[in-house]
């Protein structure tokens, strides 16, 4: 460990290395969080569609 060039290859190296897994690993993690959000969003959708259904059924029973 005399020669500093192995000191500076091994901090430049790690750097980069760190970098590529640090993005990856935050990649991932973003899609899936949107993932998720996509499916809470379809959920809800669903839930006022059928709520719309039931206040349109209600209105014509009772104007029946």
Known sequence: MKNPRWGYFRIVTGTIVGGIFGFYFMHRAELKYKEMWN??????????????????????????
């Open 39 to 64: 499916e809470r969003l379809r959920k809800y959708e669903e839930e006022m569609n059928k709520r719309k259904n039931q206040g349109a059924s209600s209105e014509f029973q009772e104007s029946a």
